[in-house]
Structure formats: structure tokens, C-alpha cells
């Protein structure tokens, strides 16, 4: 016997392929709805002029997120996702131990330039992001102190500074998330954090590569200067 059809039946079928595609257009409008976000902030820009730059229904954007806030949460946690995942590669990447530290802090210093200082203050002005900034300056703060032990045990770093050197890192790292350093010193967010991985490695650098040779002539020259006459 063969199956009978109901030709009353004439609702659409999601296929796999229509699964993919959909969940592709999703992935690329958040991606573009995080391009204007990171950009221009997000307290002014409404969901009807995000609908309209991105060109689809207000129904496709609620689909990404139910409410704005949800979207700029959304947003605010891949943002901080995917550069950690970005400055973990280039740390794995990096043999040195010493230059390990460098690294990470550069990652974040230039993660942070990737968004603009109206997200910045959007940021830390709403709790919500506030909360998700702050796990994430915690999480940063301790995996510098991972960084340093691992300095100390391989005695690239002095033992004696490395936990101290921990705890600075975690009160510029609350310092910058304040705005109170980046207010005194006039950097960016992305700045301080470079800045601080210069200081760091300065400071607990135990001697071994710490300077670089002088050269021929700025020996010859320090030797004339210290020759009595």
C-alpha cells in the first residue's frame, strides 16, 4: 500500500539547509550589530535604527536578542569572549616566559582600542556590562599573576616582587576600569594596558636579557666620560 498524502497539509518544512542559512544571516547581523556598538555605544541607538542600518525587520532583530538590553549584553560577552580567545593564541605562541606578560598585556591594550570611548563609558556607566567588564578585569588580573609565577619559577622574574607585582596589576586593572587612571594620565584604556606591561617587565626583570648590550659607540662614549683627565 502506498502512503496517502494530505494535500490539506501545505505548511513549510525547515530543512537542515534552511537551518544553516538562517543561523548564518544571525551570526553575520550580530557581528554588524557589534560593529555599530563597539563604535557609537549603545545608549542612543535605539533597535529601529539598528533594524534600518542593518537593513532587516525589527522581528529578525529581536530574534538575535528579545530586548536591547539583551543585544548589548549579547554583544558586551563576545566582545571579551573572543579577545580572550585571540591574546590566549598569541601567549601560547610566545616561548619566552618573560615576553609572555608583554604579550597579553599588549593583547588587551589592543583589544580595548577595538571599541570607542562612547562604548567605553556606556559600558561602565550600566551595571549589566559594568558586571561583565569587571569578571573580566578579574580574570585578567589573575592570569598576569599565572604569568608572573610562571616567570619566577623559570627565574626569568625576582621571586621576592612577583606577588606584590600581582596585586599592582590588579589595582591598575581596577584603576583603568574606573576611569580614574585613564582621567590622571589622559591614555586610553587600550594605552594603559600596554604601558603597564612595559612597567612590569622593568620592574621584575631578575637580570637575565633584561638590557640590551651597549653599543660600540655608546661604550666608547661612556668610557671618555668616565676617564679622568
Do not use: W
Not at 551595571?127 to 626569568?156: C, D, F, M
Not at 637580570?207 to 662614549?221: I, V, Y
Amino acid at each position: 500500500m502506498t502512503a496517502q498524502t494530505d494535500s490539506r497539509d501545505r505548511r513549510p518544512r525547515r530543512t537542515a539547509r534552511r537551518r544553516v542559512v538562517d543561523t548564518r544571516r544571525r551570526d553575520e547581523l550580530l557581528l554588524q550589530a557589534e560593529a555599530i556598538i563597539l563604535a557609537e555605544g549603545f545608549t542612543a541607538v535605539t533597535m529601529d535604527e539598528l533594524a534600518q542600518r542593518l537593513e532587516c525587520s525589527k522581528a529578525t532583530l529581536y530574534s538575535l536578542a528579545s530586548t536591547k538590553e539583551q543585544l548589548v549584553l549579547a554583544v558586551t560577552r563576545a566582545f571579551f569572549r573572543e579577545a580572550t580567545a585571540e591574546i590566549e593564541q598569541a601567549v601560547q605562541a610566545e616561548p619566552d616566559p618573560r615576553q609572555r606578560i608583554r604579550v597579553y598585556l599588549t593583547g588587551v591594550g589592543t583589544a580595548m582600542r577595538r571599541h570607542s570611548h562612547a562604548f567605553y563609558d556606556d559600558m561602565v556607566g550600566y551595571e549589566p556590562t559594568a558586571q561583565i567588564y569587571r569578571k573580566n578585569s578579574a580574570a585578567a588580573a589573575h592570569r598576569v599573576h599565572e604569568l608572573i609565577e610562571e616567570g619566577v619559577q623559570t627565574g626569568v622574574f625576582r621571586a621576592l616582587n612577583g606577588h606584590f607585582a600581582a596585586h599592582v596589576v590588579a589595582v591598575t586593572i581596577d584603576a583603568v576600569q574606573s576611569g580614574v587612571l585613564l582621567e590622571r594620565t589622559g591614555l586610553t584604556a587600550g594605552d594603559a594596558f600596554s604601558e603597564l606591561g612595559d612597567l612590569l617587565l622593568d620592574g621584575l626583570s631578575s637580570g637575565q636579557g633584561a638590557s640590551e648590550p651597549l653599543s660600540t659607540t655608546a661604550r666608547s662614549s661612556k668610557d671618555q666620560v668616565s676617564t679622568p683627565r
